[in-house]
């Protein structure tokens, strides 16, 4: 059984877009907090609205501004809490 081969639609709409990093502040000595520099790099994927089937059995998870992100690379694990 062959399936459908998504990479191609993926790299038909992907776009390059930018990704804030923010890295976990830290404490120094004296017990204050340091915040640490957010890091910026350019990714690319498809940026797509969320599907209006999927908006009416969400119950409310979903809204119109949502959008849904498909790439072809994977996302390190720095960037789970982006």
């Given at each position: 059984m062959q399936y459908f081969n998504f990479?191609?639609?993926i790299r038909k709409y992907s776009r390059q877009f930018t990704c804030e990093l923010k890295a976990e502040g830290t404490y120094d000595d004296l017990g204050e907090?340091?915040?640490p520099e957010s890091s910026v790099i350019s990714?690319?994927?498809a940026i797509l609205s969320?599907?209006?089937s999927k908006l009416r059995q969400s119950d409310g998870e979903y809204t119109?501004?949502?959008k849904v992100l498909y790439m072809l690379t994977p996302i390190d694990?720095?960037?789970l809490g982006a």
């Amino acid at each position: 059984m062959q399936y459908f081969n998504f990479s191609r639609l993926i790299r038909k709409y992907s776009r390059q877009f930018t990704c804030e990093l923010k890295a976990e502040g830290t404490y120094d000595d004296l017990g204050e907090r340091v915040t640490p520099e957010s890091s910026v790099i350019s990714m690319t994927g498809a940026i797509l609205s969320v599907r209006d089937s999927k908006l009416r059995q969400s119950d409310g998870e979903y809204t119109e501004k949502d959008k849904v992100l498909y790439m072809l690379t994977p996302i390190d694990n720095a960037m789970l809490g982006a």
